[in-house]
């Protein structure tokens, strides 16, 4: 069993930064073998895919963020990062990391992820 936390969410004028953290807890065995990603979910629209990092540290990035976002990991502290930079106020929205246990197609899946967490909401001003 996998619960995710996300944080760091908060309002930013265009142009600025914000780092949201998503920490892992698990019960029970995993494997080391994962996938993990950022989405990110206006109301009334699509979740749509942010970021994405396997088990070996490949990334995948949305084209709409590329660029100017990071995914990264930090294995010590079970936590996974979404560095924010430059902002926009199209990246408005709610902010969600998800978790599955097989690294295939991790950046190419769509939403197939088991575990998701409850979201932080990241909110860019004009």
């Known amino acids: 069993q996998v619960q995710l936390l996300e944080s760091g969410g908060g309002s930013v004028q265009a142009g600025g930064s914000l780092r949201l953290s998503c920490v892992v807890s698990?019960?029970?065995?995993?494997?080391?073998?994962?996938?993990m990603g950022w989405f990110r979910q206006v109301q009334g629209k699509e979740r749509e895919g942010v970021a994405f990092t396997d088990n070996i540290g490949r990334t995948t990035y949305g084209d709409s963020v590329q660029g100017r976002f990071t995914i990264s990991k930090d294995g010590a502290k079970n936590t996974l990062y979404l560095q924010m930079n430059s902002l926009k106020p199209e990246d408005t929205a709610m902010y969600y990391c998800a978790f599955d246990s097989s690294p295939v197609r991790c950046g190419a899946r769509g939403r197939s992820f088991d575990y998701w967490g409850q979201g932080t909401q990241v909110t860019v001003s004009s």
């Open positions: 698990v019960s029970g065995y995993l494997s080391s073998s994962h996938c």
